[in-house]
């Protein structure tokens, strides 16, 4: 099965040149830099804007699927509800495409966006776009690419517990490297101490 049997994929909103700022606007824009593996999207860091291009706003909605085109790693980041806490509607940075289940597909409620994203972020999909990217300096995957991603669909049950395990797997991570930072900065202060003693 391809990504497009079940999914419409468009590029994110066509700003021209740099983002605008906006302070008092009621949009914002996910850009490259507010989008992380390990902590998603966060939305408190998105810019707000205005939209000034030609093409009516396709703004995101929870369940779409935000996948970077460009960069040495095309990773797929779900939205989650925590878009509605943010009161904001939102675009996509042109960087990004946005996958979007298809309403009219029977099969929407046995897909869960959560477990596509998952999907899109493993070895096979992932070397998929490595083989399929163009450029030298910068890598870059076209739509068409995108849409003839291979996706395989088991049961929703096992999408469920894949979807946890990963949730799981994700905080456990989160947990080790702020463990990690801890010890560093533990290990700074000593230095610091050390040399500060030694001065007196």
């Known amino acids: 099965m391809k990504l497009k049997q079940i999914a419409t994929i468009n590029a994110g909103y066509p700003f021209r040149g740099k983002i605008p700022e906006v302070s008092d606007s009621s949009v914002i824009a996910v850009q490259m830099k507010d989008?992380?593996?390990?902590?998603?999207?966060?939305?408190?860091?998105?810019?707000?804007?205005e939209?000034?291009?030609?093409?009516?706003?396709d703004y995101?909605?929870?369940?779409?699927?935000?996948?970077?085109a460009r960069g040495n790693h095309n990773y797929a980041i779900p939205i989650d509800s925590a878009l509605a806490t943010t009161n904001k509607?939102?675009?996509?940075?042109?960087?990004?495409?946005?996958?979007?289940l298809k309403s009219q597909n029977e099969k929407?409620?046995?897909?869960?966006?959560?477990?596509?994203?998952?999907?899109?972020?493993q070895i096979p999909a992932q070397r998929y776009f490595e083989q399929n990217a163009e450029g030298t300096l910068t890598k870059s995957?076209?739509?068409?690419?995108?849409?003839?991603?291979?996706?395989?669909i088991p049961p929703l049950a096992?999408?469920?517990?894949?979807?946890?395990?990963?949730?799981?797997?994700?905080?456990?991570?989160?947990?080790?490297?702020q463990m990690i930072n801890n010890n560093e900065l533990m290990m700074s202060t000593i230095a610091r101490d050390l040399h500060l003693n030694r001065s007196h």
């Open 35 to 49: 989008v992380s593996l390990a902590e998603g999207i966060r939305w408190s860091a998105c810019q707000k804007t």
């Open 51 to 57: 939209l000034t291009g030609k093409r009516p706003p």
């Open 60 to 68: 995101l909605t929870t369940g779409d699927i935000l996948v970077a």
């Open 89 to 100: 509607q939102a675009v996509a940075a042109p960087h990004f495409f946005v996958v979007r």
């Open 108 to 121: 929407k409620q046995g897909i869960l966006p959560e477990f596509i994203a998952w999907l899109l972020n």
């Open 141 to 152: 995957i076209r739509r068409s690419v995108l849409e003839e991603a291979p996706i395989v």
């Open 158 to 177: 096992k999408q469920r517990t894949i979807v946890a395990m990963a949730n799981t797997l994700r905080e456990e991570q989160r947990i080790m490297q």
